[in-house]
């Protein structure tokens, strides 16, 4: 069966995970923990973020989570319920935080072009909530050339579960196998597993060839790379 849609990740597959998010992540402990160091490390451990160095270690959860999965775990380091006021608050702390510090890997838009002009349908399935994705994808002017953007609060659920990519495909009438998903993480190799599309796994986040070998159909170095597989495999 021929590959006629591709799902990708975002952070590390197309934006740099690290330029995006390491900055913004220490900004939102700094604003909540308000000059408190002992909370502002408490809410760090969580995270495995390095305040000193202002990065994430590649032992964070966050990599490959959600923002929504902070929300418990940070009102109970801040001592505060974990309530819809906070959900609010921590997405739109991250919203503003990593908006404007969204940086592309190599030249996504250039890629999408060719692939889209290739008669293939690209889409978003991402950890990242689904406004955040939208707006760092319009500010980088990469929105247009997706058909769908998926973030874990678009109600079907978040990596390394199907439903992202199983919703992508009622929408648009693909089968499985005529549909591989894109990303750096085990999360987004066992989603694809999953729902049965094929996985293709990206060498530019944080994990290595040898580490996403178990669980993908191919690897590439980076998403530059990708039509010059999609050639060998139709």
Known sequence: MQLRALLFDKDGTFLDFAKTWDA?????????????????????AIVHYDLEARVLLPTSPFIASSVGELIPLWAEALGRPGD?????????LFHDATLHAATPIGEPSAVFET??????????????SERGARSQCERLGLVSWFDAIFGYDSGH?????????????????????????????LHDLHAARAAGVIAIGVESGFMS???????????????????????TMN
């Open 84 to 92: 819809a006021a906070f959900d609010q608050l921590l997405r739109d």
């Open 157 to 185: 659920g978040r990596k390394p579960e199907a439903g992202q990519i199983m919703a992508f495909l009622d929408r648009f009438g693909f089968q499985p196998g005529e549909t591989a998903m894109i990303g750096d993480t």
């Open 24 to 44: 913004a992540t220490g900004s939102v402990i700094a604003t909540l923990a308000e000059g408190n160091d002992a909370v502002a490390a408490r809410l760090a």
């Open 115 to 128: 692939l889209q002009q290739a008669g293939y349908r690209l889409g978003v399935v991402t950890n990242d």
């Open 209 to 231: 060839a040898e580490q996403l070998a178990p669980e993908a159909d191919y690897i590439i170095s980076d998403i530059s790379k990708l039509s010059e597989l999609l050639q």
